[in-house]
């Protein structure tokens, strides 16, 4: 295991324990995970091959969407044509390269205790970055301090 480094943000000596995945900066924490995101200058892009699409589900399938939702989930669903936003973010495609977030993603999805983890996961800064990504995709921020005309 590598020793930790010098934060990127606060100059903290073998603090840093987490790497930027756009540009590989070394930081300590969600703070300074949020400060290098709004200064981050990502390497230039490569060019990558698109991924594989996910096979649609077969038409005689018996389950569906609304078979798993229960009408308390029915109001926290996000409309399919949202969620297709997400497969055309290049922000999003870019988190997803890190190894080590598709990895914390895999055992999110295997975990039989899910809420736990994710809350475990949420104090992760790469993890919430994640997040952070895929509720402004699905949920944009409104603009604030804006006077109505």
């Not at 949202?82 to 999110?108: F, M």
């Not at 800064?125 to 895929?134: G, H, I, S, T």
Request: proline letters at 11%; a negative charge.
């Amino acid at each position: 295991m590598r020793a930790p480094r010098r934060c990127a943000v606060c100059g903290e000596a073998g603090a840093a324990k987490y790497r930027c995945p756009r540009c590989a900066a070394s930081y300590c924490s969600v703070p300074c995970c949020r400060t290098h995101r709004e200064r981050c200058t990502p390497e230039p892009k490569r060019e990558l091959e698109p991924p594989a699409a996910l096979p649609a589900p077969p038409a005689d399938s018996p389950w569906s969407v609304d078979d798993i939702l229960s009408e308390d989930d029915e109001r926290d669903r996000v409309p399919l044509q949202k969620l297709k936003l997400l497969g055309e973010s290049e922000e999003l495609r870019t988190l997803l390269l890190n190894p080590h977030l598709r990895q914390l993603l895999i055992t999110v999805d295997q975990a039989e205790d899910k809420s736990s983890l994710m809350k475990k996961y949420m104090q992760e800064p790469l993890f919430v970055e994640f997040a952070d990504c895929c509720l402004g995709i699905v949920e944009p921020p409104e603009k604030e301090n804006v006077l109505p005309e």
